[in-house]
């Protein structure tokens, strides 16, 4: 008999028969903190957690990760299949693993990806960009959670969103199949690509080999073959193109007789959503303030089912007013209205309110005397005022200052709060050769540095630079 932990493989095997089939025998799935002693079958988890473990129990993709809760095993109960969710901290983060609890074949099939909310923000593994909150690791994904809370300081709940693809039959994509002989690349046309596309760019390439060989008394025939390079990159954890697009599609708009108003901020709810003390319906953007309807505080309690309306459902671009057209998904619409066109900019110098183009405008005819610069890079010396208008990151009011043998870069953008950035001062010409970042509170991304501070560090402020970029 082989008996196995509940947090790595839940599960023993015996002989049931005499024969050569083996029947699996699970110990319960939930966290061994819990001190469960059931064992069963498979088929019996569900009905154990049900009884047991009802809170740990979840029939959506969509589950909700109590920070101060970890560590915490979930059940996924998903079109008949039973997936086991497993939450724990280490010193990088919050590290998630997902399997499948059945038999070897179906789980040999599936695929899983993950992408997480923090307050109606979504986060996905993007493997194109240089720094990315969630990454790939052996058997599930690691969260830097240092990243998040660099952005939202009270961070206490994630949201988790479980991608679940069946493969039919075996198929690998790969990203890069190429040759490159004196740094030229000869092949470069197999990106992402089937098996049998894979083999056959491989035989290109052995071809190409043949040839070289072929014309082994070329003088530079051994400096091309020690700069051959072959590279195959899997990626396994490339994202189903088509998935938001066919899963939008089938969705129907919100029905004019459903209220899906926070009763606070007036915008579309969308999970979690909460309950004050009268029963008025508040979003999570608004819970930490008192109900705007009734003055009662905002319980704990949530309204399951307008969520499941919420999530069910196309929810339209907050900026329809404006002319935008957009109807999306419940965990895609913010990220959509944070990079809207038609979103609106505030100055803040003045109570003016519009949108990119018609604010530059404004700065040209009520602000004429600030300057405005339209690159992401640009100097920032002490004594600085200015705006900073660029189509792809938007407006920023701009301003260094010296107060009490300091100075203070700040840098306040105009625009949606959803939207975030990196923001870093460099010193152009200095011997002082690292960037420091602006710490972003709201709107206002600010770092103070005293003068005796910036002379250790050999940076002249005189050639401080500021530079912008979007963290999306």
Not at 150 to 178: A, G, M, P, W, Y
Request: contains cysteine; hydrophobic residues 30%; glycine residues 2%.
């Amino acid at each position: 008999m082989l008996s196995q932990s509940c947090d790595n493989n839940s599960h023993r095997e015996f002989d049931a028969t005499n024969s050569f089939s083996m029947a699996v025998i699970y110990s319960c799935p939930a966290h061994k903190q819990l001190l469960c002693s059931w064992e069963g079958y498979a088929s019996d988890i569900k009905h154990h957690f049900e009884k047991e473990h009802c809170n740990l129990l979840s029939y959506t993709n969509f589950v909700d990760i109590d920070l101060e809760q970890l560590p915490q095993n979930k059940l996924l109960f998903l079109d008949g299949k039973i997936y086991l969710m497993q939450n724990s901290l280490n010193d990088k983060g919050l590290v998630i693993r997902l399997r499948y609890l059945g038999s070897k074949e179906v789980a040999s099939k599936l695929r899983f990806n993950i992408t997480v909310s923090v307050n109606q923000i979504l986060y996905k593994y993007e493997p194109s960009r240089y720094f990315s909150c969630i990454v790939p690791r052996t058997g599930g994904w690691e969260i830097n959670l240092q990243s998040l809370q660099t952005f939202h300081q009270d961070l206490k709940l994630i949201q988790c969103c479980v991608l679940i693809e069946e493969n039919q039959r075996l198929e690998r994509k790969f990203s890069d199949v190429s040759l490159k002989i004196n740094n030229k690349f000869i092949e470069k046309n197999a990106i992402d690509e089937t098996e049998a596309n894979y083999l056959d760019a491989i035989n290109r390439i052995e071809n190409r080999l043949s040839f070289l060989k072929s014309n082994r008394n070329s003088d530079d025939f051994m400096d091309k073959i020690s700069q051959l390079n072959f590279s195959i990159l899997e990626e396994p954890f490339q994202e189903k193109e088509d998935f938001k697009s066919d899963y939008s599609e089938s969705l129907p708009n919100i029905p004019e007789e459903i209220n899906l108003t926070c009763s606070s901020c007036a915008l579309d709810m969308l999970p979690p959503i909460y309950l004050c003390k009268k029963g008025h319906n508040v979003c999570s953007w608004c819970k930490a303030s008192p109900c705007k309807i009734c003055s009662e505080a905002v319980t704990i309690e949530r309204n399951r089912d307008l969520e499941n309306i919420s999530r069910t459902h196309l929810h339209q671009c907050r900026y329809f007013s404006d002319g935008c057209n957009e109807r999306l998904l419940y965990n895609e619409v913010r990220v959509h209205e944070a990079k809207c066109n038609f979103c609106k900019y505030k100055c803040s110098i003045c109570p003016y309110l519009g949108r990119f183009d018609h604010f530059y405008n404004h700065l040209k005819v009520v602000h004429s005397s600030i300057k405005v610069v339209q690159t992401t890079r640009c100097s920032f010396p002490k004594n600085t005022n200015m705006f900073l208008v660029n189509k792809s990151i938007g407006i920023f009011y701009c301003q260094s200052e010296t107060d009490d043998n300091c100075l203070i870069w700040r840098a306040t953008f105009c625009g949606p709060k959803e939207r975030q950035f990196f923001c870093e001062i460099t010193f152009k010409g200095s011997k002082y050769k690292e960037a420091i970042f602006l710490k972003r509170r709201e709107n206002v991304y600010e770092i103070k540095k005293s003068i005796d501070e910036l002379k250790k560090m050999k940076a002249k402020e005189k050639y401080a630079a500021l530079s912008v970029t979007t963290y999306e």
